[in-house]
């Protein structure tokens, strides 16, 4: 099994900076994709930015240079730095884990954390 625990979550005013982090842990071979996605009250969940195994980032047009992704394959560990938080990026934040493989050459899997509140006042 595997687990995505994270933190960071919070209320800050609008113009402020969040940083939101996630720690894989359990029978982990390797990760293909590291990523965040949040949902809205009413609304479908979104991605919001993706990091590869090999380091390239997928970003939402929403976001494209207020947030950044980082990512310690290493440590199983994803982070994601927001600024410039507008009152539109209040959700709530799951950090996903995506072609997890817990062997060599096993089937992969997809994970979620249990989400983080993240709400930006006007």
């Known amino acids: 099994q595997v687990q995505l625990v994270e933190s960071g979550g919070g209320l800050v005013q609008a113009g402020g900076s969040l940083r939101l982090s996630c720690s894989a842990s359990g029978s982990i071979f390797s990760i293909g994709a590291m990523g965040w996605y949040r949902q809205a009250p009413g609304k479908q969940r979104e991605l919001v930015a993706a990091?590869?195994?090999?380091?390239?980032?997928n970003y939402a047009d929403s976001v494209k240079g207020r947030f950044t992704i980082s990512r310690d394959s290493a440590k199983n560990t994803v982070s994601l730095q927001m600024n410039s938080l507008k009152p539109e990026d209040t959700a709530v934040y799951y950090c996903?884990?995506?072609?997890?493989?817990?062997?060599?050459?096993?089937?992969?899997?997809?994970?979620w954390g249990q989400g983080t509140q993240v709400t930006v006042s006007s």
């Open positions: 990091v590869m195994e090999g380091g390239s980032t």
């Open positions: 996903n884990a995506d072609g997890v493989r817990t062997r060599a050459g096993s089937a992969t899997f997809r994970y």
